[in-house]
Nanobody
């Protein structure tokens, strides 16, 4: 069973930066497609950024393009989310998720929570104005 552990959340000011990390267990990390989701009370979980297993193609929610960067280090079994120019509306619990299948349709599925088989426990990001 794959386990995901996120770290790096916290309280920051409007315009600040944070980097989230998610470390995974499991032997086949390089074949996992990975994503970061976020959720606020009363709202559905939304995909923020994703990175495919093949060629590390990246995908982003429109509102974070140019501010957030997702990356992966297969040797460290870690996926990162660098968040710059944070805004109060970025406040949420951020979750790491892994698609454990070798997914050749990931480009059409990356933003759907049902695509993912494993989830982390979440880390709180709070951006004050």
């Amino acid at each position: 069973q794959v386990q995901l552990v996120e770290t790096g959340g916290g309280l920051v000011q409007d315009g600040d930066s944070l980097r989230l990390s998610c470390v995974a267990s499991g032997r086949s990390f390089s074949f996992y497609s990975l994503a970061w989701f976020r959720q606020t009370p009363g709202k559905e979980r939304e995909a923020v950024a994703a990175i495919s297993w093949r060629e590390s193609t990246t995908y982003y929610l429109d509102s974070v393009k140019g501010r957030f960067t997702i990356s992966r280090d297969n040797d460290k079994k870690t996926v990162y989310l660098q968040m710059n120019k944070l805004k109060p509306e970025d406040t949420a619990i951020y979750y790491c998720a892994a698609d454990l299948a070798i997914d050749n349709r990931y480009d059409t599925r990356w933003s759907n929570p049902d695509t993912y088989d494993a989830w982390g426990q979440g880390t709180q990001v709070t951006v004050s104005s």
